[in-house]
């Protein structure tokens, strides 16, 4: 979820500026308080580079709070742990290399090979997956697009939907069809920073792990995320379709891939409240929101995993490490014509900044542009694996043609002009790119 504008104070100085001067006086004189602190951090809008600064700062004062003890899973048994109730089937690590697990791809087959004598929009011979990256308030982007592009007509129904973040918001409204694209518009353009989170106070960051509450997404995802909705990933999950949404094992350092449709499908009473557990920790930027401890369990005890936001580990993704598309092929017992689109919720472009030859302004504006370069290198990742299984690769990101600036962390103004950029573009056709940015051929 990268960040590429720099706070700053009424006076023109960099918020992260008065922070550390903030975090001095605090410590030197000890009579700051908490509503003084909370007036002078101003929170970042859609990056974890905002953290940093706010990091630095803090981190002078993190030995006055004593941090809580853990029931976090012991080593030997991060590979075995799953939620309680559920089988195995439910999730796997996004970065395993190890044969896609063959019970899965069987089902897979059979759901679709069922389906294809009832629903004609299941073609066996093809296969349309759709990826979306994070970039909270961006993500409006990747709304209007799919929301376009659906009204033009020209939409495929896609078989494969995954989403990171901003984009795990997105991916369940669009696995389940249009009909949800009106939500999806006014999750974009109608939000404020009240929709999302609340500020901490500088003794509430250090002892919660976050400088904000994000419990006002949650509520919001509660709302949305409701039994009836549940019912309707089951049916398409039935189908043969796959959501995917990823998060970040905190504790393992390890990419987690979820199978939301096995969640939604399972019947279980719990399976609203971790569905939305884990859109909520795919959206938890490190040290911004508080990460989600998802309760597990292994070797008979419970235990608590640390799930944080999925771009952590990848900025987009298609499917785990261990499968190809030459398994699918073989499973088949027939040709598949498969096609991939990426939407990139932000830029693959520089964007220039003057940056000030302070210690929070220069390492705000590295960390956005490692994170930048990192999409990029996902973009790549995924063209190799679209030349490796013969699979037609596309991507789009925001063009440089759309010029608004930001003037709010979450700017309605700024995302409904985006969801508006993307929706003529949805509309119009997709110019997708094929080869990721740079590449010669």
């Known amino acids: 979820m990268a960040a590429t504008r720099a706070p700053r104070s009424s006076d023109g100085k960099s918020i992260w500026s008065s922070a550390f001067v903030a975090g001095s006086a605090c410590l030197t004189a000890g009579t700051a308080t908490v509503q003084h602190v909370c007036a002078v951090i101003h929170l970042f809008n859609r990056s974890m580079t905002r953290t940093i600064g706010l990091g630095l700062c803090a981190s002078q004062l993190a030995g006055c709070i004593a941090s809580f003890p853990r029931d976090s899973v012991p080593q030997e048994y991060a590979s075995i742990a799953k939620p309680p109730g559920y089988s195995d089937d439910i999730r796997i690590w996004g970065d395993s290399y190890a044969s896609y697990p063959t019970q899965r791809l069987v089902r897979f087959r059979d759901e679709r090979l069922r389906a294809s004598k009832v629903d004609p929009s299941i073609n ?3 296969l349309n997956a759709l990826t979306l990256s994070g970039g909270g308030s961006n993500g409006a982007f990747g709304a209007g697009i799919l929301a376009g592009w659906a009204k033009s007509g020209t939409e495929p129904k896609f078989d494969i939907v995954t989403g990171i973040s901003a984009g795990a918001l997105i991916a369940p409204f669009v696995f389940v069809g249009p009909a949800y694209d009106g939500k999806l518009k006014e999750g974009f353009t109608k939000v404020t ?3 999302i989170f609340t500020r901490h106070g500088i003794l509430g960051a250090l002892s919660s792990g976050s400088f904000t509450d994000n419990a006002p997404l949650a509520r919001m995802l509660d709302e949305n995320v409701t039994d009836q909705f549940l019912d309707k990933v089951a049916t398409e999950y039935s189908k043969g379709r ?3 949404i990823g998060t970040t094992n905190l504790d393992a350092d390890r990419a987690v891939i979820w199978d939301m449709g096995a969640i939604a499908a399972s019947g279980r009473p719990d399976r609203r409240k971790l569905f939305a557990e884990v859109l909520l920790a795919s959206t938890s930027v490190p040290g911004f929101f ?3 401890n998802l309760e597990v369990a292994a070797a008979g005890k419970t235990y608590h995993e640390m799930h944080v936001d999925g771009g952590t580990a990848n900025e ?3 499917m785990p490490a261990g499968l190809t ?4 092929k073989k499973r088949f017992h027939s040709t598949v014509k498969a096609s991939l689109y990426v939407i990139r919720n932000g830029r693959t472009t520089p964007e220039y900044s003057s940056v000030e030859p302070t ?3 220069i390492a705000e504006k590295a960390i956005s542009s490692l994170i ?7 973009l790549y990742r995924l063209y190799a694996i679209s030349r490796r299984d013969g699979i037609d690769y596309n991507y789009i990101d925001i063009p440089g043609d759309f010029t608004v600036k930001e003037t709010d962390e979450f700017d309605r103004k700024f995302m409904t002009a985006l969801y508006e950029k993307g929706f003529q573009m949805g509309l119009n056709g997709v110019p997708w790119k094929k080869v990721p940015p740079g590449y010669v051929q």
């Open 325 to 328: 598309l030459g398994e699918l």
């Open 372 to 378: 930048k370069t990192q999409g990029i290198g996902d």
């Open 290 to 292: 508080p990460p989600v």
């Open 316 to 318: 987009v993704f298609l």
């Open 124 to 126: 066996l011979r093809e």
């Open 359 to 361: 210690l929070p302004s």
């Open 242 to 244: 796959r959501l995917f």
């Open 193 to 195: 920073d009240a929709s």
